[in-house]
């Protein structure tokens, strides 16, 4: 066979086509798609042979249906009330926590004066500080946001923190030899070699982020995919509450995506190599 075909040929393609379908499935999507879709089939099947009620467990046909009951307006409605309280919470845990995480890394008598402040707050259950900030700052968006704020800020400060510590000191000695600025070492050197700890811990917080809107949308909300999961369950809809409940898993796992994909695209130098996240 001619080695210029051979050399643009696929990355799966090789002598054996049984091996090259295997190798596809294994590194591609199509596995975890494919067990996903297993799973389905095996939930539906038990359902029916079980003779499992609605109310207690629905067949995934009976969710798909309750979720087409509903006009896509309502559903589209929840999910954008629920996505603008992530998205605007997590922005401004990316914000404070970066700014923070920096003074932590940067001087020891910050960290020893609030990294205890803020192990206190991360160990409050949020569940427990959610009626009182509804109280305090009322039942819109802004006592969700705080929320979400306050269960993604810890992740975000602890790996951009230990990140930037996480520099070579032989890197450091040679900056200073060079004679940079503090400034000019701490973005040109400490938080590139950072930046793979803190995508490591956005990845966690964007998946905290959907979380603590929806612990928010429990205590007071009009609005929602947690408010529609909670008043589908005070009527035992639980097709609908399932329904919403899948929406919510879709959510996180497209914002997950969305990290790893800004990771690959433009900071494809901060994964490893062995890393398919």
Request: contains cysteine; positive net charge.
């Amino acid at each position: 066979m001619d080695r210029s075909l051979t050399s643009s040929a696929p990355r799966y393609w090789t002598t054996d086509p049984f091996r090259s379908l295997g190798k596809a499935v294994q590194e591609g999507p199509a596995l975890p798609i494919l067990f996903a879709i297993l799973v389905l089939i095996v939930w539906e099947v038990s359902t029916w042979l079980f003779a499992i009620p609605e109310f207690i467990l629905p067949p995934p046909s009976a969710i798909w249906n309750a979720g087409l009951s509903q006009p896509p307006s309502i559903w589209a409605g929840h999910i954008w009330a629920t996505l603008q309280v992530v998205l605007l919470g997590l922005g401004i845990s990316i914000v404070m926590g970066g700014c923070l995480a920096v003074a932590l890394a940067l001087s020891r008598n910050v960290d020893r004066a609030l990294m205890p402040l803020l192990i206190m707050i991360q160990s409050t259950p949020i569940v427990a500080l959610a009626p009182i900030l509804i109280v305090s700052l009322g039942a819109g968006s802004a006592a969700r946001t705080v929320i979400v704020v306050l269960i993604t800020f810890f992740p975000l400060v602890i790996g951009i923190a230990t990140g930037i510590r996480a520099t070579p000191p032989e890197v450091i000695e040679l900056s200073r030899s060079l004679h940079a600025s503090t400034s000019r070492r701490l973005w040109q050197v400490q938080i590139p070699f950072a930046l793979p700890h803190a995508f490591a811990a956005l990845k966690v917080a964007v998946t905290l982020a959907v979380i603590g809107a929806v612990v928010a949308e429990f205590v007071a909300a009009d609005a929602g995919l947690g408010y529609a999961i909670k008043l589908a369950t005070s009527y035992f809809r639980m097709p609908q509450a399932f329904f919403a409940l899948g929406l919510l898993i879709a959510i996180s796992l497209l914002l997950f995506g969305a990290v790893t994909w800004l990771q690959r695209r433009f900071f494809g130098w901060t994964c490893s190599s062995q890393s398919r996240w």
